[in-house]
């Protein structure tokens, strides 16, 4: 038996349910590079983070990564 791991991302902030603070600066991305950006950063943080839910439910680098649209 395997296990799967799924995880919805709504891309950029602002879009779907997401939502930022609109107090932030620069909360809302205004192009692709700044949605890359966000993006990658966000991945890094669900990685590295040692307190992060990816090292609670036992995922790393080591786990096979599929990215769709």
Do not use: H
Not at 16 to 35: C, R, W
Request: proline fraction near 6%.
């Amino acid at each position: 038996m395997k296990d799967y791991n799924i995880i919805f991302v709504d891309q950029p902030v602002g879009t779907g349910l997401s939502y930022a603070d609109p107090n932030f600066a620069k909360a809302y991305v205004t192009n692709m590079n700044e949605m890359a950006n966000d993006f990658y950063e966000g991945l890094k943080e669900l990685y590295l983070n040692p307190v992060g839910c990816f090292k609670k439910i036992g995922i790393n680098a080591d786990n096979p990564l599929f990215i769709f649209g």
